[in-house]
């Protein structure tokens, strides 16, 4: 008994924990989320100063704010990676139906903080706006339920998602806050894309946005004015537009200096849907570029690791959480360059946001989980196990 | 929908249990279950392949189409960073400031009104760091300011305030020295004249009409500057100067002698035309008391806007100028073929008609001839002249010298130098505007009225433009008439009231006059408008020049003297001997 104690290598039941989870995760993805947030703070060192003045506190209050945020979701981003597929499931599940209930309290509980729609809960230190923390939850549900329609004898998934997301894009459209609504249809959209849906179901589809944004149009003048905005001939030089695009064209290719911006003070939103704008003033064309690369890299590799996984949910929740991060940051870009009608969306990671990087913080970490690198049944798998997890 | 509901591969599958191989089992003693199972999970593989082949190419087309995204809008960024910046600039919504405005040049290309970049001075009281200390500091540097305004302003939440429309260098390195973000600059244009008041009712003034902190719009107020704007700010025009048809010295030497002679004539004030009597062009045109248009001061908005320098006595006082108007009842009646030169005229007074009665300042014989009346100025001859004329005829001469509707000067102010006319011109009129009373003109309208007549009859039109050739205006008298005319004002000179005229050097031909002002109760002799009316060489006149003194008194003498004779004529007799060898005359003799 003793020889079998004594000199010989303590058996271990797995990996340990934290150089399997180096080994399996998508190391270039996690450098790309660590280097956005990085310019997500610099940015705010040139783009909140004024606000921050506007409202009577210290230059550099915002950039404090979004760094204890921000160090706060890059811990949830850690943990959240390290999760099996299975645990992202159950609490992306528990987290959809408590952001639901919160979504459902807000017009009793919520405050519109002068906006005009009531999309927050006002903590006091802190704001909280529910449909953030919904997004990561309602793309998990509905890759559960997809998945689980894929299977044999399953229920109908597809279905029961589908009813969902209606019950939520109209929740959000009553706010309103059509841009969530808009990325939650959009999730939804591809997740059924990606789980098969027919093509002629496709158009029929197409065809129904369509309908509905000209419903929005006409009922709306919140929307109608933006769109009319964006098929306007000329750029007012005096909108947000016109003001990003000027700052662009001042910044060039090398930007006009750290601290030397302008637009910053005549965009009221310069730190959030207009900081593309700051960045490409100041920095330039060269720092635009690198952000471009960083989210195209996070999207391209994550879709990748995804086209190799056999698990349905697995793919279905990385392709939507992957999707949905990708296209928030292309809208944002889009409109600064006018390829888009003005819709307020922000930059994940690099707009100032405060609780809502948390939840970006969340999805991405989630995403992580979901694409680590995991045997596949493949036979790559087998010959190369000493190597992979 | 369940899975086996979108498989189309589910009928031809082998069945979940398949019977051959249960009883098998059963047989065998084995769980017949474990078939199933394994038959499922068979089945599950292979819709999970099918299910993640298809993934695959859509995934793939996804990551394709993000990528083509983030490229076209790397694209878009790219293409508008390589274009040129664009100031966005509130105040100019349309089409941008066009700040080229011309000069202005005398007719020798004399720079007249220029153009001259400065700086506006303009506040972002959200930059400021310390509006307290900005506040004080600038009411340090503009007297003017008003500290506790400016304190105001920069801490009530504007965004954005013009201090100073133009500031001078110094003045803008003691602004930089305050050394305060809040505190900009920007470039724009003034206007420049760089003679000071010199032709400074032609000229008129300057303004800023649409203001950018990049740019700003020069607007002319007033004069040529703003009756030319549109043609001073045309970009089609390129900056062509527009030459006027001043002459800068002869302007600036009137100018001189007016002043000079206004102080020795104890007048309110003085104006001065002189106009070539071929082209209508005004070579000098003078109001005093004047001011410096680079400083244009405010309008009076109470009292007698005549009273203000802005006042252009030459073309927008008007006065019933007296005995100045005689030429034209003597011209009408010759030209009419009523009388000649030669035929004598009754002048005894007083001449009464109705309750009125028209008399001479002194005695004069009984009857004189026509040029006689027009030499010694009689007030009964010129009556007499004017009632063989009779009104309707004398209206109508006298408009077609111009003299009955405003000069279209061209300058904003023309029409406010409209004369006064009565408007029912009955027999009473014909004999007192005969000798010039009953009928009020600027001295801008007998300058160009006596032009018409000594020029050789035809009519014409005073412009402030530079000419080529002489206007053809119709014809007003004939050229006998014409040269009868000059003949009777060269008598003026050499046998008449103007003799101070009578110099050497040039000869001049003229008529004076010396009008009484009205006031309250009547006409005032002591307060007088004393006019000549000047042609010269009188031969063969090619510029007439009026010389019109506000109550001039010459005091050399034991009584004080207020006629023409001895105020306004000595004056323009200065002026002549000044502006002829300027104007390429040549002196015909020694004084």
């Known amino acids: ?389 | 929908m369940s899975a086996a509901g979108f498989d189309p591969g589910a009928g031809v599958r082998s069945p979940l249990r398949p019977l051959a191989r249960i009883l098998r089992a059963r047989e065998a003693g084995e769980n017949p279950d474990l078939i199933e199972a394994e038959q499922r999970r068979r089945r599950h593989e292979a819709t999970r392949d099918k299910a993640r082949s298809r993934a695959q190419f859509r995934l793939m087309l996804l990551a394709f189409t993000f990528v083509a995204g983030f490229i076209a809008i790397g694209g878009r960024m790219a293409i508008i960073a390589a274009s040129i910046a664009e100031e966005p600039v509130a105040e100019a919504t349309g089409n941008p400031i066009i700040n080229q405005r011309a000069d202005i040049t005398d007719r020798n290309g004399r720079i007249l009104a220029t153009n001259f970049d400065t700086h506006a001075l303009y506040a972002q009281p959200r930059q400021m760091v310390n509006p307290e200390r900005a506040a004080t500091e600038l009411a340090r540097i503009f007297p003017e300011l008003d500290q506790g305004r400016l304190l105001r302003d920069f801490t009530g939440g504007r965004t954005f305030l013009w201090i100073r429309r133009q500031i001078s260098p110094e003045q803008m390195q003691a602004v930089h020295d305050i050394g305060d973000p809040g505190l900009l600059f920007g470039p724009r244009e003034m206007r420049l004249y760089p003679n000071g008041p010199v032709a400074a009712h032609i000229l008129g003034g300057y303004g800023y009409g649409r203001e950018g902190v990049n740019s700003a719009e020069v607007i002319g107020t007033a004069g040529v500057e703003r009756f030319f704007d549109t043609r001073l700010r045309d970009p089609a025009e390129g900056g062509e100067p527009l030459a006027l048809s001043i002459d800068l010295t002869v302007q600036a030497t009137m100018e001189e002698v007016l002043d000079g002679g206004m102080v020795v004539m104890n007048a309110r004030g003085a104006a001065g035309i002189l106009m070539d009597v071929q082209t209508g062009e005004i070579v000098a045109m003078a109001s005093l008391p004047d001011f410096d248009p680079n400083n244009r001061p405010a309008p009076l908005t109470t009292g007698d806007a005549a009273d203000s320098p802005l006042f252009n006595r030459a073309m927008q006082g008007v006065y019933e100028l007296g005995s100045v108007f005689k030429i034209f009842a003597a011209a009408q009646a010759l030209d009419l073929g009523l009388v000649n030169p030669e035929t004598m005229i009754e002048t005894r007074g007083p001449l009464t008609w109705g309750r009125f009665r028209i008399t001479d300042s002194h005695a004069m014989p009984n009857q004189m001839t026509v040029a006689d009346v027009i030499a010694e100025s009689s007030n009964v001859g010129a009556a007499r002249i004017a009632q063989m004329i009779g009104p309707v005829r004398q209206r109508a001469f006298l408009t077609a010298l111009g003299l009955t509707e405003a000069v279209p000067l061209q300058m904003v102010e023309a029409p406010t130098g409209a004369p006064i006319v009565q408007s029912n011109w009955s027999d009473l009129t014909t004999l007192t505007v005969g000798f010039g009373h009953g009928i009020s003109v600027s001295p801008l309208h007998l300058a160009a009225a006596y032009a018409s007549l000594v020029n050789g009859g035809t009519r014409v039109v005073p412009t402030l433009l530079r000419q080529d050739r002489p206007l053809a205006g119709e014809r007003v008298v004939s050229a006998e008439t014409s040269a009868q005319v000059r003949m009777m004002l060269r008598r003026v000179v050499t046998d008449g009231t103007a003799s101070f005229a009578n110099i050497g050097a040039y000869a001049i031909g003229g008529k004076t006059g010396t009008a009484e002002k009205p006031g309250r109760g009547g006409y005032q002799a002591n307060r007088n408008l004393a006019t000549f009316a000047s042609v010269f060489p009188a031969e063969a006149p090619r510029y007439v020049l009026i010389v019109t003194l506000d109550e001039p008194v010459e005091t050399s003498g034991p009584q004080p003297r207020r006629t023409a004779g001895w105020t306004a004529v000595p004056v323009a007799t200065e002026v002549i001997r000044r502006v002829a060898p300027l104007l390429g005359l040549r002196p015909t003799g020694t004084d």
């Not at chain 1, 100063?49 to 811990?75: K, M, S, T």
């Not at chain 1, 990708?326 to 990671?349: D, E, I, S, W, Y």
């Open chain 1, 1 to 389: 008994m003793t020889e079998m104690v004594y000199g010989s290598v303590p058996a271990q039941a797995a990996d340990p924990i934290l150089p399997r989870w180096w080994r399996t995760i998508d190391r270039w993805t996690m450098a790309c989320i660590l280097i956005l947030f990085a310019v997500g703070l610099l940015l705010g060192l040139a783009a909140s100063p004024p606000l921050a003045a506007r409202n009577g506190l210290p230059p550099f209050y915002y950039v404090e704010r979004q760094a204890i945020f921000g160090g706060l979701a890059l811990i949830a981003m850690l943990a959240f990676s390290m999760m099996s597929p299975q645990t992202v499931r159950r609490l992306g599940v528990l987290g959809f139906v408590a952001a639901f209930g919160a979504l459902l309290a807000l017009p009793f509980l919520g405050t519109d903080f002068g906006k005009g729609a009531v999309r927050w809960f006002s903590l006091g230190f802190a704001s909280f706006q529910p449909s953030e923390f919904l997004k990561p939850g309602f793309i998990v549900i509905t890759a559960w339920l997809m998945a689980a329609a894929q299977d044999f004898d399953g229920p109908p998934g597809r279905l029961w998602s589908f009813g969902l997301m209606g019950l939520v894009v109209a929740l959000l459209v009553m706010q309103p806050d059509f841009g969530q609504a808009a990325l939650i249809l959009f999730a939804w959209g591809v997740l059924y894309f990606v789980a098969g849906a027919p093509m002629t179901l496709l158009v029929v589809i197409a065809g129904l946005v369509a309908f509905g944004g000209s419903l929005a149009y006409q009922s709306s003048e919140h929307f109608a004015r933006r769109i009319d905005g964006f098929l306007a001939a000329d750029v007012d030089p005096r909108t947000q537009i016109g003001y990003a695009t000027n700052a662009i064209q001042e910044g060039g290719f090398f930007g006009v200096g750290v601290g030397e911006g302008e637009v910053k003070w005549s965009l009221p939103d310069a730190h959030t849907d207009f900081i593309i704008a700051v960045a490409a003033e100041e920095y330039g064309l060269v720092l635009v570029l690198v952000i471009l690369a960083l989210f195209a890299v996070i999207v391209v590799r994550s879709l990748v690791r995804l086209v190799r996984e056999r698990d349905p949910f697995t793919r279905l929740a990385g392709t939507g959480l992957a999707c949905t991060f990708a296209v928030q940051a292309m809208v944002n870009m889009g409109v600064a360059v006018r390829l888009l009608p003005a819709k307020g969306m922000t930059l994940p990671f690099v707009s100032y946001g405060g609780s809502s990087i948390i939840a970006a913080g969340i999805a991405v970490g989630m995403l992580l989980a979901l694409t680590r690198t995991r045997p596949q049944g493949e036979i790559g798998d087998i010959l190369l196990r000493g190597r992979r997890g």
